[in-house]
């Protein structure tokens, strides 16, 4: 096919290939290499490229939108076996949904990506520049389907980006850019273990070549991973704080005389209740295995049409703690025993009441010794694209696609039971008289069954066309011709989810919130972008572009808006560029928002006080302040509390979340100015400086009852305080009745900071020989507030930590300062980068008084070119074994914060080999 650039005439393509020379020498040194030759191929490598942030076909490397990239090289590096390795170390990115499980309740072992603490629903993922598979009602993407093995370059675009790619792209995009035109075949495996559990093992086969004698190519892969458990018994700091439950021998109160009595774990009669510690069984990570496979194609019918198409899939089994945590399930019921029912202790024989009929009631409060509860979850995700593409004419090309992808996921929940048999009775109550329930050894093993949890189902669709060209044959600018691209979108999502009986019913031992759900919504778009070549080859702009984009949007489950982008793209010579760009975007109600109906849970699970309390549930309600003497008296009282003191089971009490048919779309407009730097006087130099601001009006989120009641009565007691009503009292006694956590708008959240990124190569001292390379990658936040109501003040959430400043829980951590610094050496064939990795302090959103010192990580990897066909890379994270820190109190997970690593040192090696044919 002729190329794209070939067929310009002599004076547009002269422009052209200067402007390409220009962004080279301006952008180069943003990859990350091993070996000079790296660099010397990327230079000679000449290609019109589509550059994340837009649709239109360009040479240049740098747009009005900053752009982060992280390369294959480094990825190999970080012997990444999940795409989780590679965006834990991104200084743009939070935690998200991860290894923990310890933030989203539907998470169910996934992870996901969180630009900047705004909201994983605010951070739009791609593959190849087409949206990526979302796997939950929340239209987060699991992006440990993504083979980390095929991944050519990471690239991350700050601020929204509505305009070119649609709805949910507020904080940012993160686009995955698959190696596609891989040829021959690549064998790797890795291996990675921490202390006490943790491994993580890969096996990928990639391979790839010419088909159609060379009009086309094709990629494919396969791979399996897998993850270990880690326990919370393998870390001392995980078992600091942590709380008992009832034993399996039980605790039995004579209901009519109110005598009781314990049985310990010999099965001798106790006076008191008797517990266990099972802190040391529950997950710190969750195991994980996952089989991927998938195919990259294109091929040309001629000179004017390219057939083009992918075809992923991804199975994913994760066994976690779940909805209903992993607390044993414990019975606390009265039951009937019978005078000669033979079990009873004799030394508890006396305690017990049996009326004339030889009948006692006794309430039973038992641990059934069944084990910690787990929920395993088996996800597969598939996505298949074709697509045609070609040119039209010498300056106009078109590229139409049609894409659809599906996630089914079956979840079930292991040492659980059915509290009733089909007659509504008892089960434990049932054989009360038949078995030994006095005996702490007691297998009931019998008595359980995995419960299904939830059958869940969700699909996208898209189809997709562009038009793009240049106005070459209309007529050109002093400067070059006008660029631009036209398309049509439109999408379709929809959600199903079928619980099991038992958990539809509530007649299981636990507690676990799931709901019946089937929705749907569709999208049609309209967009357009455009590029304006102004100057070019002039005294103080070697090049200057006008970017503009506009976007038409309208939704079937919401009051769609248009947006809009305008950037500048300003070369003043081949040293210095500026870049600044002001665009608006929208996000649209995903499934979860506008159509799950409201599920209740107990209170208990949020309460670190309760032997029910889940630990990834931690922050969310610390208790009430008007009981706990902390809360305004006078607002107490204004609310009908109960007086300081009074005994409070959150048993009593119900959690409610789910949806709102009334929520409203969220509304952002975000600017950018940015600097990039690259003397001509010192080679091997460049730095890069962004500045940006977010807005976000009407942000979609929940406000968690710790951070209603703090507001309601510490920071805010006033009347009318509408955050008060977010925590409901019973009016007869005081107590809280209903924590409501429902989604709702709220009224802004605010973001500003720096991106700063620098480079320098210099050759190494000569006893060292060889070529070396300094690289930093810090991102710096100046303000970050949000505003709950209109009528409150805004809450300043930089640089802290809890969920009072989350963006919807998936992270908790919105720290003011991250940064990854390397140093490589780079010899021969063999390469050595030294990394430092710092999360700066961080404060308690509700407490200022309580702060986590900032943390620094020190990592260390080594690669070798052993022969032609094989590479060897080894490396140790967290050489310091640094420990998670360990806040006084706001923790979230076992003591810490699980936006931080809970896995100490870890050491790997990955073996990568290219046979030559």
Request: aromatic share 8%.
């Amino acid at each position: 096919m002729a190329s794209y650039l070939s067929s310009k005439t002599a004076g547009h393509t002269l422009r052209q290939a200067s402007k390409l020379a220009l962004a080279v020498n301006l952008a180069l040194f943003s990859q990350i290499t091993l070996a000079q030759q790296t660099d010397e191929a990327a230079v000679e490598k000449t290609e019109v490229i589509t550059i994340t942030g837009s649709r239109i076909a360009r040479t240049e490397l740098v747009a009005s939108s900053p752009v982060a990239s992280v390369d294959e090289v480094q990825i190999q590096l970080d012997r990444a076996v999940n795409v989780e390795d590679i965006t834990a170390k991104l200084p743009q990115a939070a935690a998200g949904a991860n290894a923990t499980g310890a933030t989203v309740g539907d998470s169910l072992g996934s992870s996901t990506i969180d630009l900047r603490s705004l909201g994983q629903n605010r951070t739009l993922v791609l593959i190849n520049g087409t949206r990526a598979m979302p796997f939950s009602f929340r239209n987060s993407v699991d992006v440990n389907i993504i083979p980390a093995g095929l991944i050519k370059r990471v690239d991350v675009l700050t601020g929204g980006a509505a305009a070119v790619y649609g709805a949910d792209a507020v904080a940012g995009v993160v686009n995955f850019i698959m190696d596609d035109k891989f040829d021959g075949v690549e064998l790797s495996a890795s291996y990675e273990t921490a202390d006490g559990g943790g491994e993580k093992m890969n096996t990928e086969a990639v391979f790839g070549g010419d088909i159609a004698n060379g009009r086309g190519h094709i990629t494919g892969y396969v791979g399996y991973s897998e993850r270990k458990a880690l326990l919370a018994g393998e870390r001392d700091w995980a078992m600091q704080n942590s709380g008992s439950i009832i034993n399996s021998g039980g605790f039995y109160t004579d209901v009519a005389s109110g005598n009781s009595f314990g049985i310990d774990d010999n099965g001798g009669v106790t006076t008191g209740r008797n517990t266990v510690n099972i802190t040391d069984q529950r997950y710190l990570t969750q195991p994980m295995d996952r089989l991927s496979a998938g195919l990259f194609f294109n091929t040309e019918f001629n000179d004017y049409v390219e057939l083009y198409g992918r075809g992923m899939y991804a199975k994913v089994k994760v066994t976690g703690a779940g909805s209903a945590g992993q607390t044993p399930i414990s019975v606390n019921e009265r039951v009937t025993l019978t005078a000669n029912n033979p079990y009873i202790p004799a030394a508890a024989r006396d305690l017990i009441s049996f009326d004339a009929n030889g009948n006692a009631l006794v309430n039973v409060e038992r641990n059934l010794g069944l084990g910690v509860q787990n929920t395993e979850a088996v996800r597969e995700s598939s996505q298949f694209q074709l697509g045609l593409k070609g040119i039209l004419t010498d300056s106009l090309s078109y590229d139409v696609y049609a894409q659809y992808g599906l996630t089914d996921e079956t979840s079930s929940i292991y040492n659980n039971a059915y509290r009733n048999n089909n007659s509504g009775v008892s089960r434990f109550g049932a054989l009360a008289n038949t078995v030994d329930i006095f005996d702490p050894q007691l297998d009931l093993s019998s008595f359980s069954a995995p419960l299904l949890f939830a059958n869940r189902e969700r699909t996208q669709s898209v189809l997709a066309a562009t038009v793009s060209g240049d106005s070459a044959p209309l007529f050109e600018l002093p400067a070059g011709a006008v660029s631009y691209a036209l398309g049509y979108e439109y999408r379709k999502e929809t959600g199903k989810q079928i619980p099991g009986d038992a958990f539809r019913n509530g007649t299981s031992f636990s507690s676990a919130g799931v709901f019946d759900m089937d929705a749907s919504f569709d999208s049609k778009e309209a967009y357009a972008e455009v590029l304006v070549p102004v100057l070019f080859d002039k005294p103080f702009a070697e090049q200057l572009d006008i970017e503009a984009a506009y976007r038409i949007s309208e939704y079937s489950n919401t009051d769609a808006e248009n947006t809009w982008k305008l950037g500048i793209n300003w070369a003043i010579n081949s040293d210095v560029r500026i870049r600044a760009s002001r665009q608006t975007a929208f996000r649209a109600p995903n499934l979860g928002e506008f159509a799950s109906p409201i599920t209740a849970l107990s209170l208990a699970l949020f309460d670190q006080t309760s032997e029910q309390f889940v630990p990834r549930f931690a922050g969310r309600f610390d208790g009430d302040p008007c009981l706990l003497g902390t809360g305004n008296a006078e607002q107490c009282a204004r609310y009908g509390a109960a007086p300081v003191g009074t005994p409070f089971d959150a048993s009593t009490a119900s959690y409610t979340f789910g949806g709102n048919p009334d929520i409203k779309p969220e509304q952002a407009v975000s600017s950018t100015l940015g600097l990039v730097y690259t003397p001509s006087y010192l080679k091997g130099f460049d730095v890069t400086l962004d500045y940006y601001t977010i807005e976000i009006t009407d942000a979609v989120s929940q406000i968690q009852p710790a951070a209603a009641l703090k507001n309601c009565y510490i920071d805010n007691p006033v009347a009318g305080n509408p955050l008060c009503d977010a925590v409901r009292r019973d009016p007869q006694t005081g107590l809280i009745s209903t924590a409501i956590v429902n989604d709702f708008n709220l009224a802004a959240v605010k973001q500003d900071g720096f991106d700063l990124a620098v480079n320098y190569r210099f050759d190494a001292p000569a006893i060292m020989g060889g070529s070396m390379k300094l690289a930093y990658q810090g991102t710096i936040i100046t303000k970050q507030t949000r505003q709950d109501n209109a009528t409150l003040p805004a809450i300043d959430c930089k640089g802290t930590f809890g969920s009072a400043c989350s963006g919807d829980f998936a992270s908790v951590l919105q720290a003011d300062y991250k940064h990854r610094m390397t140093l490589d050496w780079n010899l021969d064939t063999l390469g050595v980068q030294l990394g430092w990795r710092r999360i700066g302090e961080v404060e308690s959103a509700s407490n200022r008084s309580i702060s986590i010192g900032a943390q620094n990580y020190i990592d260390l990897s080594a690669s070798w070119q052993a022969t032609d066909e094989l590479s060897v890379t080894a490396g140790i994270d967290n050489l310091l074994d640094k420990e998670p820190p360990l806040p006084v109190s706001g923790a979230n997970h076992f003591n810490t914060v699980s936006d931080y690593s809970v896995l100490g040192r870890t050491v790997g090696i990955s073996l990568r080999y290219k046979p030559a044919f």
